[in-house]
């Protein structure tokens, strides 16, 4: 069984930072790319940014300049990195990874169970 498991949410003001955390746990072969949604209420869940194995990254063009993910390979650990927060930032955050379990040839897409992240003004 695999699991996704998110930290870091909670509620900060406008131009704050705060830093969110998913770790992948289970029997895995691989972890391939990591991202993070955001899904605000009434609204579809985006992708927010985005991050290869071997590093390479991609922003939604509302967050470039303000967010930064990154990835630790030997924790199975991706980090959201949030700064200089907007209100419109406000929503729930879902961590999402491409992995392969061990003794599977098959890439699955996990979820977490998402974190709120609310940014007052």
Not at 21 to 30: D, K, N, Q, T, V
Not at 74 to 101: F, G, H
Request: contains cysteine; glycine residues 10%.
């Amino acid at each position: 069984q695999v699991q996704l498991v998110e930290s870091g949410g909670g509620l900060v003001q406008a131009g704050g930072s705060l830093r969110l955390s998913c770790a992948a746990h289970g029997s895995m072969f691989s972890v391939n790319a990591m991202a993070w949604y955001q899904q605000a209420p009434g609204k579809q869940r985006e992708l927010v940014a985005r991050i290869t194995a071997s590093g390479t990254t991609t922003y939604a063009d509302s967050v470039k300049g303000r967010f930064i993910i990154s990835r630790d390979n030997a924790k199975n650990t991706v980090y959201l990195q949030m700064n200089s927060l907007k209100p419109e930032d406000t929503a729930v955050y879902y961590c999402n990874a491409r992995i392969i379990k061990a003794a599977s040839p098959y890439e699955y897409t996990y979820w977490g169970q998402g974190t709120q992240v609310t940014v007052s003004s």
